[in-house]
T-cell receptor, first 116, second 111 residues
Framework: AQSVTQPDIHITVSEGASLELRCNYSYGATPYLFWYVQSPGQGLQLLLKYFSGDTLVQGIKGFEAEFKRSQSSFNLRKPSVHWSDAAEYFCAVGLNYGGSQGNLIFGKGTKLSVKP | NAGVTQTPKFQVLKTGQSMTLQCAQDMNHEYMSWYRQDPGMGLRLIHYSVGAGITDQGEVPNGYNVSRSTTEDFPLRLLSAAPSQTSVYFC??????????FGPGTRLTVT
C-alpha cells in the first residue's frame, strides 16, 4: 500500500541555520510528490511539487526539495531558516491511477521550531 | 476570488447529534475532498468527488456522508456524532493537476 514516512516528529533549528526535513514514500508507480506547510490554526499551503523532469524543484518562501528515486525520498531543504518558518510541514504523495486519481496520502508531519 | 471557504470555524456537538460542515470553492475545480486531521496522524482522506454527482470513499469514510449537487459545493454530513469524530476537518479542491487548495478548517468537538 502507498505510504509516506516523515521520520522526524519535531525539529528545532536556530534562526539562520540550514534545514532539511526528511520524507520517504512507498509507491508502486512514478510518484507525484508535494510538500505543504501549516501555520498554527491555519489550513495547508502548498510549498512545492514534483511531477516529472528536473529532480530538484524550487518552491515558495525559499524552499527546495530533491526527488531521489533510488532512495524513495523527497527531502525538503532551506539554506537559512527564518523565525516565520516555524510551522508544521507535511509531505504527500499524489495517487495517479484509476479512480483514485488526485487523492493525496500524507505523512504525519514534522513540527519545526526556530530558536532565536 | 475567495478560494475554498468552510463554515463553521468551530462547532461543539453532543454525542448523537447531526450536523453538516459546509465547503464551497469559486475556482471552478472539478475535484473536491474532505480530510480530517488528528494529532500525530497527519491528514486522512474521508470522501472525495471528481465532479458534480460523483463521490467516492477515502481512507476513513465511516460515520460521514457527502453529496455533490453543484461544482461549487461539497458538504460533509455527520449523521450521529461520536467523540471519535472530534477533529479538525479540511476541505480541499483542485483541477486535474493534484495541486490541492485547502480551506481554513473546521474544528469540531463532540462531547
Amino acid at each position: 500500500a502507498q505510504s509516506v514516512t516523515q521520520p522526524d516528529i519535531h525539529i528545532t533549528v536556530s534562526e539562520g541555520a540550514s534545514l532539511e526535513l526528511r520524507c520517504n514514500y512507498s509507491y508502486g508507480a512514478t510518484p507525484y510528490l508535494f510538500w505543504y506547510v501549516q501555520s498554527p490554526g491555519q489550513g495547508l499551503q502548498l510549498l512545492l511539487k514534483y511531477f516529472s523532469g528536473d529532480t530538484l524543484v524550487q518552491g515558495i518562501k525559499g524552499f527546495e526539495a530533491e526527488f531521489k528515486r533510488s532512495q524513495s525520498s523527497f527531502n525538503l531543504r532551506k539554506p537559512s531558516v527564518h523565525w516565520s518558518d516555524a510551522a508544521e510541514y507535511f509531505c504527500a504523495v499524489g495517487l495517479n491511477y484509476g479512480g483514485s486519481q488526485g487523492n493525496l496520502i500524507f505523512g504525519k508531519g514534522t513540527k519545526l521550531s526556530v530558536k532565536p | 476570488n475567495a478560494g475554498v471557504t468552510q463554515t463553521p470555524k468551530f462547532q461543539v456537538l453532543k454525542t448523537g447529534q447531526s450536523m453538516t460542515l459546509q465547503c464551497a470553492q469559486d475556482m471552478n475545480h472539478e475535484y473536491m475532498s474532505w480530510y480530517r486531521q488528528d494529532p500525530g496522524m497527519g491528514l486522512r482522506l474521508i470522501h472525495y468527488s471528481v465532479g458534480a454527482g460523483i463521490t467516492d470513499q477515502g481512507e476513513v469514510p465511516n460515520g460521514y456522508n457527502v453529496s455533490r449537487s453543484t461544482t461549487e459545493d461539497f458538504p460533509l454530513r455527520l449523521l450521529s456524532a461520536a467523540p471519535s469524530q472530534t477533529s479538525v476537518y479540511f476541505c480541499a479542491s483542485s483541477v486535474d493537476s493534484y495541486e490541492q487548495y485547502f480551506g481554513p478548517g473546521t474544528r469540531l468537538t463532540v462531547t
